[in-house]
């Protein structure tokens, strides 16, 4: 979050429009933040941009919208059966671009993105800056504050919005690992197995922590 990653999305697929190549651009429909017509208004290049109620719908989207790139914005809202539409997409000579948070507010890997990671070609790592006062190092992490508090580990992993109790929207800022915080579990019975998981080591490239 906030590292610019819907921003490169959007520079490669103006490089890919320039150059002549088709391309369609596909959004998870629970993401109501941004419209199409902003992502080609900001571009100035002309390249289809459908929403899709989930990753099983993709397949048919591309076949209603014929392209040579499929580009997959928001990936991490999609479920675990992105991989493989993704994988088939590539497989069948698709190129294949995907833009994500890789971890959830927790820090958790979110959704397909580990299994993304690990069978994407290529990957490039961005970074925000972290924005706890004084520190300004780069940030990996996406904090969740509900009411200006961190967000428990059993809260609901999408928030977009308002919430139902009608309490103050969620915010998020970006954060390095040192200053991302996760406030236990509101009910005690979802702790057991997740309690661990922020002190398990994870190697961050030097690309990511120079960016
Ligand atoms: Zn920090």
């Known amino acids: 979050m906030f590292s610019g990653k819907t921003e490169e999305l959007l520079r490669q697929l103006r490089r890919a429009s320039v150059g002549g ?5 596909i959004r998870p429909l629970i993401d109501t933040r941004t419209s199409a017509e902003i992502a080609e208004s900001r ?10 109620a989930g990753a099983g719908e993709i397949a048919a989207a591309v076949v209603a919208s014929p392209c040579e790139m499929v580009a997959i914005d928001e990936a991490e809202m999609f479920g675990p059966e992105l991989t493989e539409i993704a994988n088939g997409l590539a497989n069948d000579g698709y190129e294949v671009i995907i833009s994500g948070l890789d ?7 979110f959704g397909a993105m580990p299994e993304l990671l690990a069978l994407a070609d290529s990957v490039a790592k961005l970074t925000a800056i972290c924005t706890f006062p004084g520190c300004g190092e780069p940030a990996t992490r996406t904090q969740r504050l509900v009411n200006n508090l961190p967000a428990a580990i059993d809260d609901p992993l999408i928030v977009i919005g308002g919430t139902e109790d009608r309490r103050e929207p969620d915010r998020y800022e970006a954060r390095c ?35």
């Not at 190549?21 to 651009?25: D, K």
């Not at 571009?43 to 899709?52: D, E, I, K, L, R």
């Not at 971890?103 to 890997?109: E, L, M, N, Q």
């Open 21 to 25: 190549r088709s391309v369609l651009l």
């Open 103 to 109: 971890t959830d507010f927790a820090g958790r890997p």
């Open 43 to 52: 571009s100035g290049a002309q390249y289809a941009c459908t929403s899709v």
């Open 177 to 211: 690992r040192a200053h991302h915080r996760v406030a236990p579990a509101r009910h005690a019975a979802a702790s057991a197995g997740v309690v661990g998981l922020r002190s398990v080591p994870i190697e961050v490239g030097e690309e990511a922590r120079s960016a």
